[in-house]
């Protein structure tokens, strides 16, 4: 499996942008979609994620209310809005085979497929 994020850039405080991450090659049953974020000299972080079904749509609190996560087929997206400058990281799309049962969404290394990686930067 291959992911492709893209979408990322630069953008002013309270304005929106549209990350997508296209997946190529065995991406029947891929189970798991998500993002996550690095800020640097921070940990990556869980951002969002989404089940195959769009059943189940974790989402991390601090993008509560103002991210959205879909996906269509083999692409996932995050819907960015009223952004804030302390969103700005390096995104990554993460995928998995596997289930995820609560805070199993959130922990980076469940996930075996990875994009590599798209820079969002918020000004104030």
């Known amino acids: 499996v291959q992911l492709q994020a893209s979408g990322g850039g630069l953008v002013q405080a309270g304005g929106s942008l549209r990350l997508s991450c296209a997946a190529s090659?065995?991406?029947?049953?891929?189970?798991?979609r998500a993002w996550f974020r690095q800020a640097p000299g921070k940990e990556r972080e869980f951002v969002a994620g989404i089940s195959s079904s769009s059943g189940i749509i974790p989402y991390a609190d601090s993008v509560k209310g103002r991210f959205t996560i879909s996906r269509d087929k083999s692409t996932v997206y995050l819907q960015m809005n009223s952004l804030r400058p302390e969103d700005t990281a390096v995104y990554f799309c993460?995928?998995?085979?596997?289930?995820?049962?609560?805070?199993?969404?959130?922990?980076?290394?469940?996930?075996?497929?990875w994009g590599q990686g798209t820079q969002v930067t918020v000004s104030s």
């Open positions: 993460a995928a998995d085979y596997r289930r995820k049962v609560g805070s199993a969404w959130s922990t980076s290394n469940g996930y075996d497929y």
């Open positions: 090659g065995r991406t029947f049953n891929l189970y798991t």
